[in-house]
């Protein structure tokens, strides 16, 4: 079983749409979380990261539930721009060194 | 905000040769820089952090003879790939994070290595 893991998609939906993405992590040891995007052959670039009180930035919520070891990431209005892969990214400490653990990815892509 | 290069962008190489991937940290130091590999439609996968003036410390089934990881300075992390064979090629990709735990990685522009 992978450390984080993402439904991989694809989605795909009409501009205009909301859409949620989902991601679960096995370490309760992870300290902190971060939603990034990765456009296609390019290096990912953060969109967000997770507070335990839900942050929200635009169109973008993401909420996190430490019980559950559940991260989500919520995007309303969807622009033709935001398709890209989503990963959801976990960091915790390994033997007091950190590490960045990446999930698979959903892919969305948003249709006119 | 904070900037990491990583050189070369693109490389193709012979099957049986060495290559050297860069990751600089522009404007900060970083004491600890991450190497993935992600191939086609998979996700980033980590190969190993590398400690500045210290040994790198490796994830599970990469081979530390292979991928020889050096990070003489607080702003230069190299990588490199001996013996590459046809099933190394793949998207290397560098990171560096600026402060603590809770603080956003930043990522190099990734090489795309491919042995031939």
């Known amino acids: 079983r992978k450390e984080v893991e993402q439904d991989p998609g694809p989605f795909n939906v009409p501009e205009g749409a909301t859409v949620a993405f989902n991601c679960t992590y096995s370490?309760?040891?992870?300290?902190?979380f971060f939603w990034y995007r990765q456009d296609c052959r390019k290096e990912p670039k953060l969109l967000m990261s997770v507070y335990s009180s839900g942050n929200e930035d635009g169109r973008f919520t993401a909420q996190l539930n430490r019980a559950s070891q559940y991260i989500s990431l919520l995007i309303r209005d969807s622009k033709l721009s935001d398709s890209a892969t989503y990963l959801c990214v976990v960091s915790r400490l390994d033997s007091s060194a950190s590490k960045i653990i990446f999930g698979s990815g959903t892919r969305l892509s948003i249709r006119p | 905000g904070a900037v990491v290069s990583q050189h070369p962008s693109r490389v193709i190489c012979k099957s049986g040769t060495s290559v050297k991937i860069e990751c600089r940290s522009l404007?900060?130091?970083?004491?600890?820089m991450f190497w993935y590999r992600q191939f086609p439609k998979q996700s980033l996968m980590l190969m190993a952090t590398?400690?500045?003036?210290?040994?790198?410390?490796?994830e599970q089934g990469v081979e530390k003879d292979k991928f020889l990881i050096n990070h003489a300075s607080l702003t230069l992390s190299t990588l490199t790939v001996t013996s590459a064979h046809p099933e190394d090629s793949s998207f290397y990709i560098c990171?560096?994070?600026?402060?603590?735990?809770?603080?956003?990685?930043?990522f190099g522009q990734g090489t795309r290595l491919t042995v031939v």
């Open positions: 404007d900060f130091q970083a004491t600890t």
């Open positions: 990171s560096a994070r600026v402060g603590p735990m809770n603080t956003e990685a930043f």
């Open positions: 590398s400690n500045e003036g210290s040994k790198a410390t490796y």
């Open positions: 370490n309760s040891a992870s300290q902190s």
